[in-house]
């Protein structure tokens, strides 16, 4: 594959170079060229949430390369928090240059109006967009236009706790399961042992096997919620059959994986930016393919893709884009791979093969699990979406509880986000 494309810039070009001067120089009649050099630039970097980007992954991935290429380019990590999330930096007119944010946060950050299509600049740059999978471009295009760049693919898969199957001994899990095989299993790793409730199997969120199928959560074009379909109603069982499994009563499921350690299994996006921290160092685990349904078999959820992009705002587009350009490099995504176990979205196969080569963490680990499923398409969630998945979590503990039939559910979670819905088309 042809490596990341170079961007050099001559005199003339943006970027804050300066002229050439003549001097004359220590031997008499010669004269002596300054090279132009570009004047310093300093961004400011912001993600999402802290896990987007560590900050030692942020000196890895950004800050070392840009030293060896770009030495004239600095970027200031601003930690998201009291005070300083995107909200509050668009209200006090202080938004960083750069942005990193997941398909989940794509409304939030064009609602707050600082998204830019980048496709011009893309284009004026010569951005070579062939390294990348082409999924994953066509699912990150809104209307044809590109307001990021991936970086990162948070795949899923199951993580499992190998201490406790070794513990009740149960088989560990196998790539390939269906919904039906883990409820089996879950089934043998919930238990009260050691004045310790042990629960077996947990998923995300609580509309996360509807997104696994594919079910639209509204009608884009009846701006209506399209919940109450038999799809849906396939997915809230299934959900409630391992929720309702003695003793795996629904909790938190990752803090309940790594730091509680009373959950044999998580169905989970990439943990290992986080697994890799030292308070989770002793923690015995290893991964299998996402579990899926036996009439999808072998298809995920869709891959959460972590994306980096320039706000409308900044007065140095050029060099932001040159730090997107250098962080999506062959070159960068390799140390990104081998060092921080983010999977890429570059078409490369040696950067999906060395996932994990440089981390002792996950050394022996099955990391070709994350590959053993093929992800359902994403979907970049509009704020109709968001009302439905709100509306979703208000009622499905109920029915859970066996207060309500699934059909019930779905007709007060379409009446509920129906109208959230109008709500916000009235706005």
């Given at each position: 594959m042809a490596l990341a494309a170079q961007i050099a810039f001559a005199a003339g070009c943006s970027g804050g170079q300066t002229g050439g001067t003549s001097e004359p120089s220590e031997k008499s009649g010669e004269t002596v060229t300054k090279t132009n050099v570009p004047e310093?630039?300093?961004?400011?970097?912001?993600?999402?949430?802290?896990?987007?980007?560590?900050?030692?992954?942020?000196?890895?991935?950004m800050v070392?390369?840009?030293?060896?290429?770009?030495?004239?380019?600095?970027?200031e990590y601003v930690m998201p928090g009291k005070g300083t999330m995107i909200d509050d930096l668009v209200a006090a007119k202080d938004v960083p240059d750069l942005l990193i944010y997941g398909i989940g946060n794509y409304t939030q950050y064009r609602d707050l109006g600082i998204l830019t299509d980048i496709t011009p600049l893309l284009n004026k740059m010569k951005i070579d967009l062939g390294r990348f999978k082409p999924w994953v471009l066509d699912n990150i295009k809104v209307d044809g236009k590109l307001y990021s760049l991936p970086y990162a693919m948070n795949t899923n898969a199951i993580y499992y706790n190998l201490d406790l199957f070794d513990k009740f001994?149960?088989?560990?899990?196998?790539?390939?399961?269906?919904?039906?095989?883990?409820?089996?299993?879950t089934k043998r790793l919930s238990r009260f042992e050691d004045n310790t409730q042990y629960k077996?199997?947990?998923?995300?969120?609580?509309?996360?096997?509807?997104?696994?199928?594919?079910?639209?959560?509204?009608?884009a074009a009846k701006k209506k919620s399209m919940i109450h379909t038999d799809?849906?109603?396939?997915?809230?069982?299934?959900?409630?059959?391992?929720?309702?499994i003695p003793g795996n009563e629904r909790g938190s499921p990752v803090a309940d994986f790594y730091d509680k350690r009373n959950l044999a299994m998580v169905g989970a996006y990439n943990l290992i930016p986080t697994l890799k921290q030292e308070k989770y160092r002793t923690l015995r685990w290893d991964v299998a393919g996402y579990p899926s349904f036996k009439e999808k078999p072998n298809i995920a959820p869709p891959v959460d893709l972590h994306q980096i992009t320039i706000s409308n705002s900044t007065k140095h587009p050029e060099e932001a884009m040159q730090?997107?350009?250098?962080?999506?490099?062959?070159?960068?995504?390799?140390?990104?791979?081998?060092?921080?176990?983010?999977?890429?979205?570059?078409?490369n196969k040696r950067v999906e093969q060395e996932l994990g080569a440089d981390m002792e963490l996950i050394k022996g680990k099955n990391v070709t699990a994350f590959f053993d499923t093929q992800p359902a398409p994403n979907v970049m969630f509009a704020n109709e979406d968001i009302a439905v998945q709100r509306s979703i979590e208000k009622f499905y503990k109920e029915y859970?509880?066996?207060?309500?039939?699934?059909?019930?559910?779905?007709?007060?979670?379409?009446?509920d986000a129906n109208q959230a819905i109008s709500v916000l088309n009235n706005k």
């Open positions: 310093p630039v300093k961004l400011k970097f912001q993600p999402v949430g802290a896990g987007y980007l560590y900050e030692d992954d942020f000196q890895l991935l070392e390369p840009l030293k060896k290429k770009y030495p004239h380019i600095t970027v001994g149960v088989p560990y899990p196998k790539s390939g399961m269906t919904w039906d095989d883990i409820l089996e299993v077996g199997f947990m998923y995300l969120n609580s509309y996360w096997l509807g997104y696994q199928l594919s079910l639209p959560f509204t009608d799809g849906w109603s396939r997915a809230f069982q299934m959900m409630k059959a391992i929720d309702t730090v997107i350009d250098l962080l999506t490099s062959e070159e960068v995504q390799l140390i990104s791979a081998r060092s921080t176990g983010r999977a890429s979205p570059l078409l859970s509880g066996g207060s309500m039939d699934v059909n019930v559910l779905m007709q007060k979670i379409g009446e």
